[in-house]
């Protein structure tokens, strides 16, 4: 099974503490893990102004995980995003892990 390089930009609601925020992190990176994921980096980008309102909010707490995963571990943690009431937005993007090519030999 091939794993591809993943991308999750998730949006927390505004009002959530720094430790209840933390917690969501948490959840969601453990799902990932369970599922056979490596958790490269995670970004809090803290709380940031919308472009336009979602749910009468206009400010909301971003967070963006990139990750390595086999595909069957992506559902799992976006249907955890769906059915939580912190997640406004949600969005995982794939790319194609790129092999690196045996440079030529000049004789």
């Known amino acids: 099974m091939k794993d591809f390089i993943y991308e999750t930009m998730y949006i927390l609601r505004p009002d959530l503490g720094e430790e209840d925020a933390e917690k ?7 799902i990932l893990k369970e599922a056979g994921a490596d958790i490269i980096e995670t970004q809090h980008r803290g709380k940031r102004r919308m472009a336009y309102p979602i749910n009468k909010r206009r400010e909301g707490i971003y967070i963006q995980m990139n990750y390595r995963a086999p595909g069957a571990a992506i559902a799992p943690m976006e249907r955890a995003m769906r059915l939580s009431e912190d997640v406004i937005r949600y969005l995982t993007v794939k790319q194609e892990v790129r092999e690196e090519e045996p440079a030529e030999e000049v004789a």
């Open 24 to 30: 969501n992190i948490t959840a969601y990176q453990t």
